[in-house]
């Protein structure tokens, strides 16, 4: 008993670790953004209408996921350096330290218990059991460890056509490999869950918000009736898959942003941090698959809004998407010498004049995936 009880804590403290960091990335960049791109220093204790801590690990892992592909243009990623560069992205965190007054009341209140004990402890229990995904083994681990092994390399897509499918993922689970055991890759997807069950008690919770409330208790609901439903559930609720897939990853976050859209466009309102982090995110939707694209739909309403309703000009919008154009460029770039595409396997996107194309090649994956 005391042995399954160390294991248990060792598991939490291994979870509560990686999540804090990318959750601390993620508060350094806002700060950055505060700082630098907004040019004022409010205290955010909210982002998207919602408890900001609930936030930041997402924006940390765009961040660092974002950051690990410019990083591959030239080092491999099992590199020290990319170790280095993550520490030195947690540094604005130390540089808003404060002298701290603890109140274990105020710690240790009704919501943290459930957004950092109640809900990652549940989700854990997910470990005990937990397998590799078919496609981890067919290609998934494979293009991490030659991420993990090697700088970005020219027509990586002619190593094996899977490599093509390159998602952001990839490069954010190619660190993760930690020890002899690679339970942290199964972390990743665990985040993930841990951020949209946190958004849903927050907004149950506290939320003044009454389509981001409403919302919420039909996904609480849906939850519900979908785990104790026909055949027994599964029936389109979102899920802990099996290790080295990202579909999870897109779910939660198509789920989020598209409620979260829907009420901006609803309103006819935004402000500037909102909409430099919703594009960051929903970019990184698409970064993780490619599929998730049709985000954009929504996406492009809310924007068509913020110029006709909110006086957003259009040298405004501009200078507010600077870091989403910095990713789109590394990540096209990115695409353009792995693949030969601009969008893989997009075949009109392509350019036939690289060396590193095969001719046709494209074609084929394209009709295969299509199918």
Not at 175 to 200: A, K, M
Not at 237 to 257: H, N, P, R, S
Not at 339 to 350: D, H
Request: net charge neutral; charged share 10%; hydrophobic share 50%.
């Amino acid at each position: 008993m005391i042995d399954l009880l160390i294991f248990a804590l060792t598991l939490f403290s291994k979870y509560i670790l990686m999540f804090s960091l990318f959750l601390l990335i993620g508060r350094s960049f806002v700060m950055f953004v505060d700082n630098y791109l907004l040019k004022h220093t409010p205290k955010r204790d909210v982002i998207l209408g919602t408890r900001a801590e609930i936030i930041y690990p997402l924006i940390g892992l765009a961040i660092t996921g974002n950051l690990l592909i410019f990083l591959n243009y030239f080092v491999e990623l099992k590199n020290p350096i990319i170790y280095f560069f993550l520490v030195i992205a947690l540094v604005p965190n130390l540089l808003s330290l404060r002298v701290l007054t603890l109140n274990i009341a105020n710690i240790l209140n009704t919501q943290n218990i459930f957004l950092y004990l109640i809900i990652p402890g549940i989700l854990l229990i997910s470990s005990s059991d937990i397998n590799f995904h078919y496609d981890a083994a067919y290609y998934h681990l494979n293009h991490q460890n030659w991420l993990r092994e090697s700088n970005l390399i020219v027509g990586t897509v002619n190593i094996f056509w899977p490599f093509g499918m390159s998602s952001i993922f990839e490069y954010l689970s190619s660190i993760l490999w930690v020890g002899e055991s690679l339970i942290y890759l199964h972390f990743l997807n665990i985040t993930f869950i841990h951020v949209f069950f946190s958004f849903i008690f927050y907004h149950l919770h506290n939320s003044e918000n009454r389509n981001l409330k409403n919302a919420s208790w039909f996904l609480l609901l849906f939850s519900v009736l979908d785990n104790f439903g026909i055949s027994g559930g599964r029936n389109g609720f979102i899920y802990i898959q099996e290790i080295g897939k990202q579909d999870t990853a897109v779910a939660t976050l198509f789920c989020l942003l598209s409620i979260l859209l829907l009420d901006k466009i609803q309103k006819k309102n935004s402000n500037k941090p909102d909409f430099v982090y919703l594009s960051i995110l929903v970019f990184f939707i698409f970064e993780i698959k490619v599929s998730g694209v049709i985000i954009f739909v929504l996406y492009f309403i809310y924007l068509y809004g913020l110029i006709v309703n909110s006086n957003f000009k259009i040298k405004h919008i501009l200078y507010l998407q600077l870091p989403t154009i910095f990713f789109g460029l590394i990540w096209s770039i990115k695409s353009i010498l792995t693949t030969g595409c601009l969008i893989f396997p997009l075949s009109f996107t392509c350019n036939e004049n690289f060396w590193w194309y095969e001719q046709g090649s494209t074609e084929r994956v394209e009709e295969y995936t299509t199918a």
